[in-house]
């Protein structure tokens, strides 16, 4: 099966940029989506398709995809970015079609 | 606008069977393209895909539960109900309903219900 992996957090200050990674083999040829997750609530899709925002979401939350990791990056930090993280791809290939990583927190200090 | 909200019960006993609905509304799972998928969170822990339906009734199953899970849509309710036998108390979580979204290389969830925490205990 395929499998994503993700830091079990990220701490970063106000004001200054957090990098979220999601390593998987050979991601760069599947479509990454990213979600974020505040305690309490659903999760929320914050990057599609490697770096397309939905409608509303700030341009603050950025994507990126290359060879064995994609990344999240969430510019301009602010306190209410607190929130766990899921990466996702869809592998039909393996049988599993919906792959999620296992998740970083994002602490803002 | 498109929403989706999970119902069944919220306490179940080992062994028994799991049955919970998802009710939408803001689309149509009769429209070409649509599906709703299944997800699942035990406390603490991180999310797992367990089923996905799709407008024209194909059905995915996370490859683990498959032989535990059956999807189902009634399209004239506006409904989705998920299945799951043999509950164990491993089994406990907050399950999601969600809406699937889809580009060229693949699906995904934009819109999400509000979950329903299931316990598993005698």
């Known amino acids: 099966s395929y499998v994503l992996t993700q830091a079990p957090s990220v701490s970063v200050a106000p004001g200054q940029t957090a990098r979220i990674t999601c390593g998987g083999d050979n991601i760069r040829s599947k479509s990454v989506f990213w979600y974020q997750q505040k305690p309490g609530q659903a999760p929320v899709l914050v990057v599609y398709d490697e770096s397309d925002r939905p409608s509303g979401m700030p341009d603050r939350f950025s994507g990126s995809n290359s060879g064995n990791t994609a990344t999240l990056t969430i510019s301009r930090v602010e306190v209410g970015d607190e929130a766990d993280y899921y990466c996702q791809v869809w592998d039909s290939s393996s049988g599993h079609f919906v792959v999620f990583g296992g998740g970083t927190k994002l602490t803002v200090l | 606008q498109i929403t989706l909200k999970e119902s069944g019960p919220t306490l179940v006993k080992p062994t028994q069977t799991l049955t919970l609905t998802c009710t939408f509304s803001?689309?149509?799972?009769?429209?070409?393209?649509?599906?709703v998928g299944w997800i699942r969170q035990p406390p603490g822990k991180a999310l797992e895909w367990l089923a996905l339906i799709y407008w024209d009734d194909d059905k995915r199953y996370s490859p683990s539960l498959k032989s535990r899970l059956t999807i189902t849509k009634d399209t004239s309710k506006n409904q989705v109900v998920l299945t799951m036998i043999n509950m164990d108390p491993v089994d406990t979580a907050t399950y999601y309903c969600?809406?699937?979204?889809?580009?060229?290389?693949?699906?995904?969830?934009?819109?999400w219900g509000q979950g329903t925490l299931v316990t598993v205990s005698s």
């Open positions: 803001g689309f149509s799972l009769s429209t070409n393209a649509v599906g």
């Open positions: 969600a809406h699937r979204g889809v580009v060229a290389r693949g699906s995904f969830f934009d819109y």
